[in-house]
Each structure stands twice: as C-alpha cells, then as structure tokens.
C-alpha cells in the first residue's frame, strides 16, 4: 500500500507540473487540458490464458491531463500524463479471477485535427511507456469470500507500446471533448527470465471525455 500511495503522489506531482507548464501557454501557443473516462482492458499474447480459460475484461478508469503543442494548422504534439487501470479477469470453475496492473502512462502523440470551427474530428497515434503503480491478483468465490495476492514481483516495473485513437472537439476557446483509443503493449508484462515468461500483452480500449482550456 505504501508503493501505491508513493506512486499515485508521482502522478498528481506529475499532472500539477504539466499544469504548471500550462500557466505560459498563451504566449507559446500551447494548450492544457485534462481528460478521464473508462478503461476496457483485455491481455493480449500468446500466452494470454490461464490454462483452459480465456480473459475477459477488466474494467477500470483512466484520468491524467495533456499538453499541445502546434506544429502547423492542423498537426500538433500532445504529451500525457494518465493513470490507467490495466489487467484482465477470468471465469475460472469456481472462482472468479482479476488481475489487476495499474500504470502511470506516459504517451507522446501526434494529433491531426480535421475539420476547423465549431465541431473538429482529430486523430491521433503515438508511442507511450507506462510506469507500474500496482499488480496484484484478486480472486473470489461466490460473491463473498475473497482475497488478493501481490503480484508486484512477477510484473516488470515498466511497460511499452502504441496508441492510436479518433475523437471529435466542440466550441473554439475551450474545447469540450469526446475520444475513442486503443492501446496495445509491445512487451511482455511478465518479469521472469525469457525462456520462463510468459507471452502476456497489456491491451485496452479507452473511452474518454475531457476539456482543452
């Protein structure tokens, strides 16, 4: 509890320098913002079962806050700071399983808005590196008994990947915002040696809503 309580401190320290940062975006032309939402996640890999038993989705939330930075009239980066609830659950004969791995992500975008005033589509896709804030496995047995195990030692402590997502904002000063990504882990989120780990990938879909100042 103590690593998590550290953890999440880094990602409020995190979001206020990206706020702070955001205090000269008039005269740089930059832009703040903050987003939050729901988070589907599924493990992906070839080793994503556990025997028999497929994943199903872990549901979560996802929140953090961004910067833009214009690169021309329609193309801008946009660094992240989120924290994302991550893992998979699983139906297993008598118990019902979750593994649940939290991260602070770090995704840097490239973002194409493609439409002017008003009502704006955007894309946007980019690599990002997640930092481990929990991992731990939780079971439970007829809606009652449960218990959770710390799984800290047999995660790594960072993960990677890419991200691509669609979205749409609406009014000129600030932008009230509605967007749709996918995020897919490049490495395995297993810690052991190469020839004992297993082939597990970190996969989600967020659905997200938020406001550009």
Known sequence: MKI?????????ALALAISAL????????MQFGVKGGLSLAKFGGEDNALGD?????????AAGAFLSFPLGD????????????KGASYA???????????Y??????????????????????GPYVGFRVTAEGEGEVDDEN????DLE???????YGITGGVGVEFGSDGAFLLEARYTRGLTSVDSRDEDEANDIKNAAWLFLVGFRF
């Open 53 to 61: 038993f497929e994943p199903d989705t872990r549901t979560g939330f």
């Open 153 to 159: 030692d047999e995660t790594k402590s960072t993960d």
């Open 22 to 29: 955001a205090g000269s975006a008039a005269a740089q032309d």
């Open 104 to 125: 602070v992500e770090v995704p840097l975008f490239l973002k194409a808005r493609l439409g002017g005033d008003g009502i704006r589509p955007y894309l946007l896709a």
């Open 4 to 12: 998590a309580a550290v953890h999440v401190r880094r990602t409020l």
């Open 146 to 149: 449960s218990n959770t195990t």
């Open 74 to 85: 329609t193309i801008s980066l946009q660094p992240e700071a989120l924290f994302v609830q």
């Open 92 to 102: 297993l004969d008598e118990i019902d399983a979750t593994l649940k791995v939290d």
